[in-house]
C-alpha cells in the first residue's frame, strides 16, 4: 500500500521558521521525484517545490525561492521542506507527492504527480 504521510503542519507568526516532513512507504522512493504543493483557502493547488530522484536537482516557485529548501533522503524514504522568514501568504495545506514522469520541465504540474499525501496545515499569522 502506498502511503505518503506529511508532519509539522501547525500556526506560526511572520518570520518565523518550519519544517514539514512527508514520510512514504510503498514505492520505490529513491526512483521518484519529490514534490511539495499548497492549497489556500479558494485558491487552486499550487506547485511549491521539487527534488529530483537523486536529490541533485531542485525547483522552487517564485513565490519561495530563496526562504524554502526542499530536501530528500533516499535511505529513510522521507521527503523534507524548511520553511524559512515566513509570510502570511504562505497559509494554506501543504501536500507531498511523488512522480514517476522523468520530464524534469514539467515538475510543477500537479498531473504528473500520481501518489499524494493528506496534506498538513501551516498557519502564518501577522
Known amino acids: 500500500q502506498i502511503q505518503l504521510v506529511e508532519s509539522g503542519g501547525r500556526s506560526v507568526q511572520a518570520g518565523d521558521s518550519l519544517t514539514l516532513s512527508c514520510a512514504t512507504s510503498?514505492?520505490?522512493?529513491?526512483?521518484?521525484?519529490m514534490g511539495w504543493f499548497r492549497q489556500a483557502p479558494g485558491k487552486e493547488r499550487e506547485f511549491v517545490a521539487a527534488?529530483?530522484?537523486?536529490?541533485?536537482?531542485?525547483r522552487y516557485a517564485d513565490s519561495v525561492k530563496g526562504r524554502f529548501t526542499i530536501s530528500r533522503d533516499n535511505a529513510k524514504n522521507t521527503a523534507s521542506l524548511r520553511m524559512s522568514s515566513l509570510k502570511p501568504e504562505d497559509t494554506a495545506v501543504y501536500y507531498c507527492a511523488a512522480s514517476y514522469e522523468s520530464n524534469w520541465s514539467s515538475m510543477y504540474i500537479p498531473q504528473v504527480y500520481a501518489h499524494w499525501g493528506q496534506g498538513t496545515q501551516v498557519f502564518v499569522s501577522s
Open positions: 510503498g514505492f520505490s522512493f529513491s526512483r521518484y521525484v
Open positions: 527534488v529530483s530522484w537523486k536529490g541533485d536537482m531542485t
